[in-house]
């Protein structure tokens, strides 16, 4: 799920009933519906910015809007790829955070922190052409107090906002990890933060999802206005 849905949101990949990962392997076979709702192979151009990616296999689309791009494999659809700009911090209590930087550094200086989450130390990475970004890990802390009446799990955190008239709040539950990569796009006026959000269960879980999603990010092209 993702800031479709109001409150604390889970961001889940599966495991089976025995507790092992299931398989990230492509499938052949199409969920019903998928006609209308999947996309690809080929060149996808979202809404978000206008940027491309190349999917090398059918994927669910979760949606393709100014303010999210949303991508599902079919063999588990539960997992996601989410795609934002113009994303801002929020409390727990799904309010705005003022003055942290609209950059990659200072996202994930906030995010480190909060302490209701655990983050990992920021990693740099590339994405697309060699566009510089960083790439951590987060989880709702030990410590969290619930204040979610619906939250699945002991404790859901919502750390971040979408700025109107889109103004959803968007987090975890402590029964799910995160990993997000971080990229400084445009220039001058147009500086932002191409915030792209990869969900799973588990550690394990995202580790086998992570060979999928590197191919995605490795395909994404920007216009020439979000060029770095």
């Not at 949101?9 to 006609?35: D, Q, W």
């Not at 151009?45 to 990616?53: C, E, I, P, Q, R």
């Not at 791009?69 to 309010?95: C, G």
């Amino acid at each position: 799920m993702s800031l479709r849905t109001l409150g604390c949101m889970a961001l889940t990949i599966l495991t089976v009933a025995c507790g092992a990962p299931r398989s990230t392997a492509s499938v052949t076979s199409e969920p019903p519906g998928c006609a209308a709702n999947c996309i690809g192979p080929g060149k996808i151009v979202s809404a978000v910015g206008g940027f491309t990616l190349t999917l090398t296999e059918k994927w669910l689309n979760g949606g393709n809007t100014t303010q999210e791009f949303a991508i599902s494999p079919l063999d588990i659809p539960d997992d996601e790829i989410l795609f934002w700009l113009d994303v801002s911090p929020s409390t727990n209590r799904d309010e705005p955070v003022t003055g942290v930087p609209n950059t990659p550094k200072g996202l994930y200086d906030w995010l480190a922190a909060n302490r209701n989450l655990t983050v990992s130390t920021a990693q740099p990475v590339a994405i697309g052409d060699g566009i510089p970004a960083i790439a951590l890990d987060l989880r709702v802390s030990d410590t969290t107090v619930n204040l979610d009446p619906n939250c699945p799990g002991r404790a859901c955190v919502d750390f971040l906002w979408h700025t109107p008239p889109w103004s959803a709040p968007f987090g975890i539950s402590d029964t799910e990890r995160l990993r997000l990569y971080l990229a400084q796009v445009g220039r001058g006026a147009k500086a932002n933060t191409l915030v792209i959000a990869v969900s799973a269960v588990d550690d394990r879980e995202l580790t086998a999802f992570a060979p999928r999603v590197l191919s995605v990010l490795a395909s994404i092209r920007l216009p020439d206005d979000l060029r770095p």
